[in-house]
């Protein structure tokens, strides 16, 4: 049975691999954060009794800032496998945490290399890291393929860009079988509530129902290549089976813009939306609905009328330095891992759409039950 560890295994990707290695038959070690909540929610699905038998699930307290708990995990683990996923990974918010953001994401990094290294696991354990197309940051050339210049252009991206050269030199200076995965954004339900793109899924389901007037956005020009989280864990996985180290860019080769992405996930709820407007003053205005779709999928049309805004600009979204256009070049993972998704953008925002609206029912259900419903902070 072979064995992994997963750090950040109850964020988006961290729920969606440890389905995916539960299901190929690993044993799956995951580090959790101690928090005064739960934070288990993503993978309470896998959850397994600890007393009975036949467990291979298992969950770990830890932190990528803590050495010695990394190195006792590891030790006590002996994983054949590890996917460092763990990372304050939102870019905005590594502009008021910088400091926090290297030591969990750079450092963090190199901890885990260097655990592997002083229990004398080299030849035995692999090592996955999550690095990004952030790494891209300014843009040098499109598409972005495994060669482009990085230029990194938040806190977030230079502590990832040291993660991805201390794993270069690790497998290099110690030959560790140590791999990056140069992944573009991937999203899915499960997407954090503060990335762009569940936010607008959330926003817009709610807007739907009248449980909210108006989603309020930053930059709504810039351009990402988005794919879905189960194709893309899919990748990390065969990046570890391959018979020499190397790193890849995953990414479906498409891009859209954050305003299209908004059109897309009204239209799927039978909103047409239209932008107007320049900049801090642009605007998504209702200028027409499907009333067939709208009743079909229980939506409150006394919200939805022509000329209602639904979408505007507020400037506290504006990031200190922007990452205007991300597009990735997969060749190498097409041709080398055979890797290639499945979902494209439009089944995505489809499957997002429907499951934050299931969601939103709910909430409205509470509410009209006379309950509180849950407040999010972006
Ligand atoms: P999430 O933000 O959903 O999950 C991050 C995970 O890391 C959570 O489990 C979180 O724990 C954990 N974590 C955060 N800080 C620490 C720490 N100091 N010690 C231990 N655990 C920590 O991210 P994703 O699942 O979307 O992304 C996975 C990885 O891939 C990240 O490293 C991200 O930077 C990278 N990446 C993501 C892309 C994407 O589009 N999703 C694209 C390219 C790279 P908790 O649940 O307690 O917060
Ligand atoms: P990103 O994802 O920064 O690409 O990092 P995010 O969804 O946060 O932003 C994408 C783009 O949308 C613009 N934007 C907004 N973003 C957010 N979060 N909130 C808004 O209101 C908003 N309005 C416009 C942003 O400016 C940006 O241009 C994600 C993370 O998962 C990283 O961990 C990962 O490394 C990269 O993807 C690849």
């Known amino acids: 049975?072979?064995?992994?560890?997963?750090?950040?295994?109850?964020?988006?990707?961290?729920?969606y691999l440890a389905e995916f290695l539960l299901k190929k038959g690993y044993f799956v070690h995951g580090l959790k954060r101690r928090s005064s909540l739960f934070n288990t929610e993503r993978i309470d699905h896998l959850y397994q009794d600890q007393h009975e038998q036949g467990v291979n699930f298992k969950l770990h307290f830890g932190d990528l800032t803590d050495s010695t708990n990394l190195i006792r995990i590891i030790q006590e683990t002996q994983p054949d496998e590890i996917y460092n996923l763990a990372a304050m990974s939102h870019v905005h918010v590594s502009f008021e945490m910088p400091e926090y953001t290297a030591n969990a994401d750079g450092i963090g990094t190199l901890r885990l290399l260097e655990a592997i290294r002083i229990l004398g696991l080299e030849k035995k354990t692999r090592i996955y890291q999550a690095s990004t197309s952030e790494l891209y940051g300014l843009v040098q050339a499109v598409p972005q393929s495994e060669t482009t210049p990085f230029y990194p252009r938040s806190p977030y991206a230079v502590a990832k860009m040291y993660g991805y050269w201390i794993t270069v030199n690790y497998r290099e200076a110690y030959q560790m079988y140590a791999c990056n995965g140069i992944l573009f954004n991937?999203?899915?339900?499960?997407?954090?509530?503060?990335?762009?793109?569940?936010?607008?899924?959330?926003?817009?389901?709610?807007?739907?129902?009248?449980?909210q007037n108006c989603l309020y956005l930053g930059n709504l020009s810039a351009q990402r290549d988005w794919g879905h989280a189960k194709d893309y864990i899919e990748a990390m996985w065969l990046i570890l089976q391959q018979d020499k180290a190397e790193d890849y860019v995953i990414a479906t080769g498409i891009t859209t813009t954050v305003r299209d992405f908004v059109k897309m996930t009204f239209a799927e709820l039978g909103i047409?939306?239209?932008?107007?407007?320049?900049?801090e003053n642009e605007r998504g205005v209702i200028i027409d609905i499907d009333q067939q779709l709208?009743?079909?999928?229980?939506?409150?049309e006394a919200y939805l009328k022509p000329g209602t805004?639904?979408?505007?600009?507020?400037?506290?979204?504006?990031?200190?330095?922007?990452?205007?256009?991300?597009?990735?070049?997969?060749?190498?993972a097409n041709t080398q891992l055979g890797w290639t998704p499945k979902y494209d953008l439009p089944m995505l925002v489809k499957e997002m759409v429907l499951?934050?609206?299931?969601?939103?029912?709910?909430?409205?259900?509470?509410k009209k039950g006379g309950f509180k419903t849950l407040n999010y902070f972006e």
């Open 272 to 279: 047409e939306v239209e932008f107007s407007g320049k900049d």
């Open 309 to 332: 805004v639904v979408v505007q600009v507020d400037e506290k979204y504006f990031r200190p330095t922007e990452v205007d256009l991300l597009l990735g070049d997969p060749t190498k």
């Open 294 to 300: 709208v009743a079909e999928l229980g939506l409150n």
């Open 1 to 15: 049975m072979k064995v992994a560890l997963i750090t950040g295994v109850t964020g988006q990707d961290g729920a």
């Open 186 to 211: 991937h999203e899915s339900p499960l997407r954090g509530e503060t990335f762009v793109t569940r936010k607008i899924t959330r926003a817009a389901t709610k807007i739907a129902l009248g449980l």
């Open 355 to 366: 499951s934050d609206l299931n969601l939103m029912k709910k909430d409205e259900y509470l």
